[in-house]
């Protein structure tokens, strides 16, 4: 990963340079010095290009003489209507134009120091490799990037402007690292191991056990993991961040982490069954939330609870027909053992809010394939029994580019998940499939705001995005991250 | 249909003690309130009868043979639809009901009459009735204080009621009664309420470049038909469009379904139903807002003749049309049908409807239609709409990914996307996203709204407002669309 500093603008002496250009406009400050210092080259190649500076255009010159290995000249669309996800995506596509260089200047001076540090939050978030099991790689395809400028006429201001995001990007790191991780090394055990890493940002970090959790009368989430050979955790990540005197009650976050998901005694299909890793990515979100949180000392009280498990077929599995009754007294018909995640969710929603009496609930899981059949990829699916703070995860996501579509609530669905034996089923049936999950989750939520992410759809990405390599995609850490900073901080 | 009475309550009441057992006396009852009648009250407390909106109590031997009725909270006109209908469902087996409503505003008692006439629905054409005990009362009587002051209220309610049970007819009937011909002659007979109608086949559509309908419908023995029905309204406007899918019977064509419950596939032209009953309901109550429905009729059947994955259409619009799934039929020939009606009336807005995918189930349940489009203030008047008459609907988006999947290698675009691309194993695609988007490409620039109405086209099991089977959703709706929404400037 690239380190990236602030600098005075100045030509480089060797390298790549980066020119961000807006639609029309002429050459100015760094690009006009890198124009005189080339004897024109920068000119007669961008017009040979057809470069105009359009948002998401780019061309590379190479050796366009000054000593520089290349320019590349990333267009930014129209100058007034750059805002921040423009720069943050002009940043991702400098970051892939320039990796094979050691040394690059993003010529940011003709930005505001605060879209420079978002050309350079862009620019991280792009960076994000997960290398650690490549033991045989070539040199040739790695990156080489290993020190970036970001040349802003304001450079003190842009490098302070960059410092939260910074934190926030390393939550984002932390959850793509958990995400990516495979099954046989990320077990519930030591996912809660790695959630003890945040302790050094100040974050007190209680694990719980499967002793605890059958004292406390988990049945739900025990029933799940019964049949895995590794014991299943669970992790309450807190932070108290608010100032003293203006203290108010705790918001929380609560994360789906299902390790591994073969479905249980009703497995699977063979075909992609390997993506069920990143069932844990509700949870890995939560995680790297809280790093982002305390990583920027948010003024807040948040706190963050993991339900890890594992979902395995075998003798002491649970059984389709099972019943289990919940933390909360209330008793499951366990009709499909794949349905596991809102079973997961149930205990540890009631738990927290028990223990700690949140003014409100978001809840993260990769839930439902009928998710993906409702809306694809681009979007989560949003449910909540509380509009404004629907409007509040809605608005966030949007600022951030993690956008969410409210989906609906209600009797007639509550209905399809009627058991004949106990207080509930665990599914619907195919119809309104993620509609249903959501009101079984609802079941458990007691009289509190609440709202229910469904990230099955973009918790992974099979395809590069500017800010987000394909892969573990980090969906809701800036999302949330980004609602607490506009509507529960001081 | 049924041919409502309406009669002053005191001449009610004496025939409905003239007729004895045989008569049954349906009186609404507001939630939380007891009957004015202390036997009925005690009988009502007796059974713990709340008068929930739905909810209706036999009483036998109370002033013969009573029915209380449950309106809620008796203000809404669907609380009292609701009653209406309940009550007439637990009518069934009497001779005569008399529906008293004579102390309800003339819209009440319209609504009480007509949830009681929705509910009285059969389809007896194709077998001996008399066998039958489900037989709703032959005669029915709105008790009111005074019939004249009801009698408006009651035109436009039956001018729905007809448009609904027209449909109903329409979707219920099998797919060797009702084909593309046959189906064209049932329209053309909507002549006598002053529609103008045209069929538009064979070499005519050929002609017309129509090559989508023309292909769907070509392995048939039927062949497609293209049915435009215009009201002509009270004002110089430009039209209210309504555009409808009809496959007559869906086997999927070459692509072919399962055997499985393709039986069902006989409603596989609910919308192009729905579209001519909301237009026979704008005649029949007078309507000044100019409206067209076009209707594509066309039977996807197996054939010599039919049209194959691979096959490339030349549409309508111009545009080329890669075939990957004959089963993906229906956006086929609206493709055709949205087209030709956006370039021939220019319409004000232009709403489709269609029983499209199996994917808008997996999303929305069979409790709500999806509703996707282009115009944000017309989707928000459809929600409106549906709301107030029992037809619920769910916005959905089309993102730049759905328009992304179906770009076509050798066409300028694909029908869908192809089967198994999705994620986790490729089960799951967004298809009713997808397939909006595919629409959109042939709706022009004007307004338009697409409902996805599969799931909702048949009740599973008998409400209030319908026995079990064809629902007719999307009649009221449009009737009620056009009532708030286009004849405001008449």
């Keep these: ?490 | 249909m049924v041919k409502l009475i309406l009669q002053r309550s005191t001449e009610a009441l004496r025939r409905h003690k003239a007729r004895g057992a045989e008569s049954a006396l349906i009186l609404p009852l507001v939630e939380g309130n007891a009957p004015d009648d202390p036997a009925l009250a005690a009988a009502a407390k007796a059974a713990r009868f709340t008068g929930k909106a739905g909810e209706a109590l036999c009483l036998p031997g109370r002033h013969g043979f009573t029915i209380l009725a449950g309106i809620g909270a008796g203000a809404a006109i669907s609380d009292w639809e609701a009653g209406g209908g309940a009550g007439m469902a637990a009518a069934a087996d009497r001779a005569q009901a008399i529906l008293l409503a004579d102390s309800a505003t003339p819209e009440q008692a319209a609504g009480f009459a007509a949830g009681a006439l929705l509910n009285a629905w059969r389809f007896n054409v194709l077998r001996d009735a008399s066998k039958n005990k489900d037989a709703p009362p032959a005669r029915v009587t709105l008790a009111v204080a005074s019939p004249t002051k009801v009698e408006p209220a009651w035109v436009r309610a039956e001018a729905m009621l007809r448009g609904v049970l027209f449909a109903r007819d329409l979707v219920v009937e099998p797919g060797n009664r009702l084909n593309p011909a046959s189906f064209a002659e049932r329209l053309s007979a909507l002549k006598e309420f002053g529609l103008k109608v045209e069929v538009l086949e064979g070499k005519r559509l050929m002609a017309l470049g129509m090559g989508a309908l023309c292909a769907v419908g070509g392995g048939a023995v039927h062949g497609p038909r293209l049915v435009v029905l215009r009201w002509p309204g009270k004002v110089k406007a430009a039209q209210v469009a309504f555009v409808g899918k009809g496959i007559c019977f869906d086997t999927g064509g070459i692509s072919i379904k399962p055997a499985a419950g393709m039986e069902d596939m006989r409603a596989d032209m609910a919308g192009a139903a729905a579209a001519a009953g909301a237009i026979l309901a704008l005649a029949l109550r007078q309507s000044p807002a100019p409206a067209v429905a076009v209707l594509a009729l066309a039977e996807n059947a197996i054939g010599a003749a039919s049209y194959r994955p691979g096959d490339i259409l030349r549409s309508y619009s111009g545009k080329t049309i890669e075939v990957l799934d004959t089963d993906a039929e229906g956006r086929l020939i609206l493709a055709d049908a949205l087209a030709y009606t956006a370039a021939r009336f220019k319409p004000r807005a232009m709403i489709d409807l269609a029983t499209l995918t199996g994917s808008i189930i997996t999303a929305l349940g069979h409790h709500r239609a999806g509703v996707f489009g282009n115009d944000e203030a017309l989707s928000a008047a459809l929600m409106a709409a549906g709301e107030a008459v029992a037809e619920p609907l769910w916005p959905m988006p089309i993102d730049d990914e759905h328009r992304e999947v179906l770009k076509s290698d050798i066409a300028d675009l694909r029908q869908c996307a192809p089967a198994g691309s999705g994620a986790w194993g490729g089960r799951f695609l967004s298809d009713a996203c997808h397939a909006a988007a595919f629409l959109r490409e042939f709706a022009g620039s004007g307004a338009w709204a697409h409902l996805d109405i599969a799931g909702v086209e048949t009740r599973e099991a008998a409400a209030p407002l319908g026995p079990k089977g064809p629902s007719g959703f999307g009649v009221r709706l449009l009737d009620h669309l056009v009532a708030m929404r286009f004849e405001g400037d008449a």
């Excluded at chain 1, 939050?121 to 040199?139: I, Q, V």
């Excluded at chain 1, 395809?463 to 394909?470: L, M, Y």
């Design chain 1, 1 to 490: 990963m690239p380190d990236i500093t602030f600098v005075k603008p100045a030509l480089p002496r060797g390298g790549a340079l980066v020119l961000l250009l807006a639609e029309g406009a002429a050459l100015a400050g760094l690009a006009k010095a890198a124009e005189e210092a080339t004897g024109g080259a920068v000119s007669r190649g961008l017009e040979a290009a057809k470069f105009k500076g359009a948002k998401g255009q780019s061309c590379t010159l190479w050796a366009p003489g000054a000593g520089l290995q290349k320019i590349v000249a990333i267009g930014l669309g129209k100058a007034d209507a750059l805002d921040t996800q423009g720069a943050e995506n002009a940043g991702g596509t400098a970051l892939t134009a320039v990796q094979q260089e050691r040394d690059a200047l993003i010529a940011a001076d003709g930005l505001t120091p605060a879209l420079a540090a978002s050309c350079a939050m862009g620019l991280r978030l792009r960076s994000y490799r997960f290398d650690r099991y490549r033991t045989t790689e070539k040199e040739d395809d790695k990156p080489k990037l290993e020190r970036v400028g970001i040349a802003s006429a304001e450079a003190a201001k842009a490098k302070a402007a960059f410092a939260p995001m910074q934190a926030v990007a390393d939550g984002v790191f932390l959850t793509r690292d958990l995400v990516s991780e495979p099954p046989n090394v990320l077990t519930p055990a030591e996912m809660a191991e790695r959630c003890k890493a945040l302790e050094k940002l100040g974050v007190e970090v209680e694990i719980m056990g499967p002793r605890e959790m059958k004292r406390l009368g988990f049945g739900a989430l025990l029933g799940v993991a019964q049949g895995s050979a590794q014991e299943p955790r669970v992790v309450t990540m807190k932070w108290m961040g608010a100032p003293k005197g203006k203290k108010q009650k705790p918001v929380a976050f609560i994360g789906k982490g299902v390790t591994f998901d073969t479905g249980g005694i009703s497995i699977k299909p063979a075909g992609g069954m390997e993506d069920m890793k990143w069932d844990m990515a509700g949870a890995g979100t939560v995680i790297g939330l809280m790093a982002a949180l305390a990583g920027r000392k948010a003024k807040a009280d948040v706190i963050g609870m993991v339900g890890l498990v594992e979902n395995m077929p075998s003798a002491t599995a649970q059984r389709p027909g099972d019943v289990v009754k919940s933390y909360s007294g209330q008793t499951v018909e366990v009709i499909n053992t794949d349905a596991e995640g809102r079973l997961v969710l149930a205990d540890v929603m009631w738990y927290c809010q028990e223990k700690y009496d949140p003014r409100f609930m978001v809840d993260l899981a990769t839930l439902t394939g009928a998710i993906i059949i409702a809306l694809g990829h681009e979007r989560a699916g949003l449910f909540s029994n509380d509009d404004t703070l629907a409007t509040h995860v809605k608005e966030a996501g949007s600022a951030v580019g993690e956008k969410a579509w409210r989906m609906p609530l209600g009797d007639a669905y509550d209905k399809q998940i009627k058991s004949d034996i106990a207080d509930m089923k665990n599914v619907g049936g195919r119809p309104g499939g993620s509609i249903t999950a959501a009101q079984f989750i609802q079941r458990f939520v007691n009289g509190k705001p609440w709202a229910h992410l469904d990230i099955a759809g973009t918790a992974w990405s099979s395809k590069d995005a500017p800010t987000v390599p394909k892969g573990a995609t980090a969906y809701g850490v800036r999302m949330l991250d980004r609602m607490v900073a506009d509507h529960y901080e001081g």
